[in-house]
Structure formats: structure tokens, C-alpha cells
């Protein structure tokens, strides 16, 4: 791509978007979500308090693209680190969705477990419980792109083979998707490698001796 | 049990704790929980701050008792209605497994589209997210003794020879309680009859073509 020429507003509005992202950021793990205010973010990032209303209607606007920012700032480091491109990445196709699953759902837990992502994700989850609008943003930006990952792994395994052609790939992925989001959202059990490896084998396999 | 004589103070209690539950409830759902306020739900009710003090730390934790309290009465409602005590309801055993997960899975959905339940169980699920006491006594008070009638039904699902006897009943339950669960929370898909029919079927015979 040809290097554009920059104009220096466009560089100061740049510099002031990180700055509110990492205040936002720092601040929910601080001082925790209910406690954040528009002013206190403000008041860290070093900008007026219009600044921030100019471009978010409210606070959980804010976390939201901030997080969103950290996820994308996370997939640049792990593309760097390949040395090609992994911000879409796709769940492995090595022909063994039981491994494969399995493979990204340790990942996932191990993710879950990082305090870097808990107090964001966290706030985020529960401002869309009460908030409609976040709530949409929230699933649509960050909740739905995830889970489309597993919906195209199963496709490949019903074109495989090795899944039900009846089967609902958009629901299927929920039997693991939504236990380890609600064990991790609500604390209602530990959330281990050995505890994902059982859903996937469960949900793949059943819990019965046979199909009726 | 012998009539027992009531001392005014309690009955006055008792009064006041009826007046703070219904106005807690009445106030989530006209002006939503983060505009709930202590001083809010005294006023409806017409009782002191101070005495919503003395008895709850804060609004979640009088909003997690009220909505208790509902659930009870609610209970109290259906015994009524039958003649006898339904307060602990087991899930039926007509030792068809698959029938009777998904009569309880379709009333849950039917619980879950009702307005009454809707806003306070959803401030409860957010201030549980961010408050990890509220949190705890969610879990502890309200969504585990739930889990807890899935695990009995699958231990005796497990006795009869229809589950294999190496699978945990208190992971294995997940599989179509936490995918309803996010749905309805996070908005992230309908809520019908068809949807958790095929999440039953799905987790109790797998959606490969066999067992590995």
C-alpha cells in the first residue's frame, strides 16, 4: 500500500483515542465498572470530558471499543510473532474435531484465566445485560464473530462426514460455548482444561448409551 | 403446628419487608437497575433508609431477597393450586429421559419470555458480575439448587441404565442449561420450544455418528 501523508489532527485524535482506551481500561480494573465515570476517564486520558461524548454516547461505549481495540492490538502481536496475518484466524481443520475443539477451548480457558481481559470482559458482559444497546454491540462486535468460528469448523465436518447432516451448527457450538461462558461470567465452577475436554466429548458423543 | 401469637414488632417487620420487596421489584422494572436506588425503594415503600440499612448491605443484595421472595410465593401459589407442597419440585421421572428434560427446558423458556421475572433476574445476573458477593449468593441461593434438580434426574437416568455411568451429572447438565441461559441473558438468539428440543437432543445423543 503507498504511505499516505498523515494530517496532524488526524494524529492528535488518534493519540487522544489510545489515550481514553488505556485510561478506560486501566480504570475498570482499578477502581472496578460501577465506580467508572466519563469524567475520571477524561480526567486520566489528559482530555476534555466533550471529547469523549463526541465520540461515545456513554461509558460502556467506551469500554466496548477499547476492548475491541485490545483484542485486535493482541491478534497484530500474534500475526508479528507468525509472521503473517491472524486476526481472522480459523479454528484448525486437522480432520479430528474432537482434538481440534478441544485445542481452542484449553486456549479459550486459558484466556479466561488472564486478569488482563477479566475486569473489561466482565463489565462489558454485564453493562449489556442492562443496557440493550451495549448488549447488541456486545454480541454482535465481540460474542457472534467468535462463535462463527466454530459454526464454519462444523460445517467442514458435516461435509466430512463426521457430523449429522440435521444438525444446527449455530446451536451445536452452543453445548460448549455457553457452559464455559456461564461457568466463567457467574464463578459456578472451576474452569480447567479437564472441564472443556469433558463438555467436548460429551456434546459430541451424547451422555446416553445410544441414539433412540 | 399450634397457632403461635405474632408480636407487633414483628408483624410491623413483616410489613415493611413486604413494602421494600414490592417496591424493589416495581422499581427495576420502571426505571431499571442502574437508576435503583436505596433511597428510591424506601420512599415507595415508605419506610426510613435507615431500615433498609439494618437489614441488607446494599440495592442487590434487597433485590436478590425480594426476588427470592417471588420465586415463593410463587411456589406457595402452585401448592395451592394442587392441593399439596411443590415448594421442592423434582424434575418428573417418567423414565423417559429426553420427554422430561425438554417438558422442564419448555416451561424455563415460558419462565424466562415472562416480564415479571425478566428485569430483576437480569440485575440480579449483572450485579452478580460485577459484585462477587451478590455474585456468590446468586449462585449459592438461586441458580445452583436449580443445577442441582438436573443432577438428581441424571443420577437416576444413570441407575436405570440411560446415561452412561461414567459421565458427571453436575458438568453433563450444562450442556442445555448454560446455552439457555446465555441466550436469554446476552439476547443473543430466540427463545423457543424448537430451540431447546434440539439442544436436549443434541446433548444427549451427540451430534457426530458415533462414538469414537
Given at each position: 500500500?503507498?504511505?499516505?501523508?498523515?494530517?496532524?489532527?488526524?494524529?492528535?485524535?488518534?493519540?487522544?483515542?489510545?489515550?481514553?482506551?488505556?485510561?478506560?481500561?486501566?480504570?475498570?480494573?482499578?477502581?472496578?465498572?460501577?465506580?467508572?465515570?466519563?469524567?475520571?476517564?477524561?480526567?486520566?486520558?489528559?482530555?476534555?470530558?466533550?471529547?469523549?461524548?463526541?465520540?461515545?454516547?456513554?461509558?460502556?461505549?467506551?469500554?466496548?471499543?477499547?476492548?475491541?481495540?485490545?483484542?485486535?492490538?493482541?491478534?497484530?502481536?500474534?500475526?508479528?510473532?507468525?509472521?503473517?496475518?491472524?486476526?481472522?484466524?480459523?479454528?484448525?481443520?486437522?480432520?479430528?474435531?474432537?482434538?481440534?475443539?478441544?485445542?481452542?477451548?484449553?486456549?479459550?480457558?486459558d484466556?479466561?484465566?488472564?486478569?488482563?481481559y477479566?475486569?473489561?470482559?466482565?463489565?462489558?458482559?454485564?453493562?449489556?445485560?442492562?443496557n440493550?444497546?451495549?448488549?447488541?454491540?456486545?454480541?454482535?462486535?465481540?460474542?457472534?464473530?467468535?462463535?462463527?468460528?466454530?459454526?464454519?469448523?462444523?460445517?467442514?465436518?458435516?461435509?466430512?462426514?463426521?457430523?449429522?447432516?440435521?444438525?444446527?451448527?449455530?446451536?451445536?457450538?452452543?453445548?460448549?460455548?455457553?457452559?464455559?461462558?456461564?461457568?466463567?461470567?457467574?464463578?459456578?465452577?472451576?474452569?480447567?482444561?479437564?472441564?472443556?475436554?469433558?463438555?467436548?466429548?460429551?456434546?459430541?458423543?451424547?451422555?446416553?448409551r445410544?441414539?433412540?
Amino acid at each position: 500500500m503507498a504511505q499516505k501523508t498523515v494530517p496532524d489532527s488526524t494524529r492528535r485524535s488518534e493519540r487522544s483515542r489510545r489515550a481514553i482506551y488505556d485510561a478506560a481500561l486501566a480504570l475498570v480494573h482499578e477502581t472496578g465498572y460501577a465506580k467508572l465515570t466519563i469524567e475520571a476517564i477524561a480526567a486520566r486520558a489528559g482530555v476534555g470530558k466533550q471529547t469523549i461524548y463526541r465520540w461515545w454516547p456513554s461509558k460502556g461505549a467506551v469500554l466496548l471499543d477499547a476492548f475491541l481495540d485490545l483484542a485486535d492490538q493482541a491478534s497484530a502481536e500474534a500475526s508479528e510473532k507468525a509472521g503473517h496475518d491472524v486476526v481472522q484466524t480459523e479454528i484448525t481443520d486437522s480432520g479430528d474435531l474432537e482434538a481440534d475443539l478441544k485445542h481452542v477451548m484449553r486456549a479459550t480457558v486459558d484466556e479466561f484465566n488472564d486478569p488482563k481481559y477479566d475486569a473489561p470482559y466482565r463489565a462489558l458482559a454485564a453493562e449489556g445485560l442492562l443496557n440493550p444497546e451495549v448488549g447488541a454491540e456486545f454480541v454482535e462486535k465481540l460474542l457472534e464473530p467468535q462463535l462463527q468460528l466454530f459454526v464454519r469448523r462444523i460445517r467442514k465436518a458435516q461435509e466430512a462426514g463426521h457430523v449429522l447432516p440435521d444438525v444446527d451448527p449455530r446451536i451445536a457450538l452452543e453445548l460448549w460455548a455457553s457452559p464455559l461462558a456461564q461457568r466463567w461470567l457467574m464463578r459456578s465452577g472451576p474452569l480447567t482444561h479437564e472441564y472443556v475436554d469433558k463438555i467436548v466429548e460429551y456434546a459430541l458423543y451424547g451422555i446416553t448409551r445410544s441414539r433412540p
